[in-house]
């Protein structure tokens, strides 16, 4: 039975004993300034190397619990997960056929390996390049879809570190709007440097806690998700965590970082800005399949190498 339900206070309802009080993840620093507080939780910015995190934390374990089947198709996906992420399939396959681009500028083809590839989207894009294409990740329901219906066949369920890729296996190694959710992603990078050949490349993409949108929205800002957004990064806490696992940045882009969505997105993400604006503006979500290409500039994408 899942520890977590519905709940209107946070994302989703948590027992406060399963939450540990955390220092800063990327200096050690204890002390930090709270931003805001939702429920048990605080956004936090650390003194010392001001990193954005979440205190107190849910355990690793209770996290891969927390991304299963009501994660992908939520009644409050602008607090909690997807609205229905297979669902929107085509859209995420049309805005990864725009990504894929910060990935074909170093490499054209070689073996690729997607961390967190939920449903396989991008592989499915990778594959039409022509990369040798392989994923992993802990959504059981999602990699059951990436088999069955999609057909890919080299997706394994679990985490990266249990996978047991051989070391130097692959020419790149993705991981897209992942690392904010991992509980260690210093250990998660070490591996995935690991099974990167030595002239490999890491592309790696997260939201950016000091662009303008987010420094404008403040706390009504659409990336923090209490609970599942345990880091926010900026390209100076992004570039100190790649250089901890062992990568050197080549460059970090706002290009190409933007994705295709539908008005019903729009309409209920609206309710970040005021909770009467989903139903003021509902008409619009009937318009149908109509989607928008949307880069408001707070995402960005590293493209770093093995040091």
């Known amino acids: 039975m899942s520890r977590f339900s519905t709940s209107a206070k946070l994302p989703v309802a948590v027992d406060p004993g399963r939450l540990k009080e ?21 956004l936090v910015e650390c003194r010392a190397c001001r990193l954005v995190y979440i205190t107190p934390q849910l355990a690793a374990e209770d996290l891969a619990e927390l991304y299963q089947e009501s994660y992908w198709q939520s009644e409050c996906a602008r607090d909690y997960g997807y609205m229905d992420y297979v669902k929107d399939g085509e859209l995420y396959i049309r ?3 725009k990504r894929i681009r910060n990935v074909t500028a170093y490499r054209t083809g070689g073996k690729l390996l997607d961390v967190g590839c939920a449903a396989g989207f991008f592989l499915h894009v990778a594959r ?26 080299n997706i394994r369920e679990g985490t990266l570190e249990a996978a047991g890729y051989p070391e130097g296996t692959f020419d790149v190694v993705t991981l897209w709007d992942v690392v904010e959710h991992l509980a260690d992603p210093v250990a998660v990078l070490r591996e995935c440097r690991r099974v990167l050949r030595p002239d490999g490349i890491l592309v790696l993409e997260t939201q950016n806690v000091r662009s303008p949108v987010a420094r404008l929205l403040g706390r009504r800002w659409h990336h923090f998700k209490m609970l599942e957004h345990l880091y926010h990064f900026d390209p100076d806490t992004g570039t100190a965590l790649l250089e901890k ?45 109509a989607a928008l290409y949307v880069n408001p500039l707070d995402e960005m994408v590293f493209v770093a190498r093995p040091e």
Not at 134 to 144: L, N, T
């Open 128 to 153: 039409e390049a022509g990369f040798d294409y392989h994923g992993v990740d802990v959504a059981a329901p999602m990699v059951r879809f990436a088999r069955e219906t999609l057909g890919l066949e």
């Open 245 to 289: 696992a062992g990568f050197g940045v080549v460059r970090w882009t706002r290009r190409r970082a933007g994705k295709y969505v539908s008005m019903a997105f729009l309409v209920e993400r609206s309710g970040r800005l005021a909770r009467f604006l989903p139903k003021l503006l509902a008409p619009l979500a009937r318009i149908g399949p």
């Open 22 to 42: 955390v220092a800063c993840y990327l200096c050690g620093c204890p002390d930090h300034r709270v931003r805001f507080v939702e429920g048990p939780i605080r």
């Open 95 to 97: 805005s990864f056929r």
